[in-house]
């Protein structure tokens, strides 16, 4: 018996000593960790109340945890001439050549292809360049249950100017 724990000790600390296999591959970083924080139930702050919109979205890793799939929806009441309107959407983060992408579509026929970039406070979906307008979506982390959603749209000639069209807050649920 005491051999065998000298020989597991000597074994043990030969094993500690000795430098790792070259063929090892160092640890990667996660690539999916700027938008990490989102996965979850989100509800928009607004309500519903007269003038504002009710809206939720749900971020969930799927396909084994190789894609971010967004399902959302927001309901805005009639007001200002306009009628009540249901909004829902889906968009899919995904890793293409070492880059975070995304793929949006809507019940009103929208199509936009983004390239995400982390901020430091959170993560900037930008729309690639194109021959119609130019679209941003920002998702800023206030706290762990508390996001600020700001959409941003930029006119054909003049790609880079942003000006915001709607902002919003939502809270994590779940």
Avoid: C
């Avoid at 690539?31 to 928009?44: C, D, I, Q, S």
């Avoid at 995400?116 to 930008?126: C, I």
């Amino acid at each position: 018996m005491r051999s065998t724990l000298l020989s597991l000790a000597l074994i043990t600390s030969l094993g500690a000593q000795a430098p790792a296999p070259a063929s090892v591959p160092a640890p990667a970083t996660d690539p999916f960790g700027p938008v990490r924080f989102l996965a979850g139930e989100w509800v928009g702050e607004g309500g519903g109340r007269p003038g504002q919109s009710s809206g939720a979205a749900t971020f969930q890793f799927e396909l084994g945890g190789q894609v971010l799939t967004r399902r959302s929806y927001a309901d805005s009441p009639a007001g200002g001439g306009r009628p009540a309107s249901h909004h829902e959407d889906q968009m899919t983060v995904f890793l293409e050549g070492g880059q975070l992408k995304a793929f949006y579509v809507d019940n009103e026929g929208h199509v936009i292809r983004y390239i995400l970039s982390a901020t430091p406070d959170g993560v900037a979906f930008t729309s690639e360049p194109g021959p119609g307008p130019r679209f941003r979506l920002t998702y800023l982390r206030k706290s762990e249950s508390l996001v600020n959603l700001r959409f941003e749209i930029a006119p054909p000639n003049k790609p880079e100017a942003f000006a915001t069209y709607l902002e919003a807050v939502t809270r994590k649920v779940k």
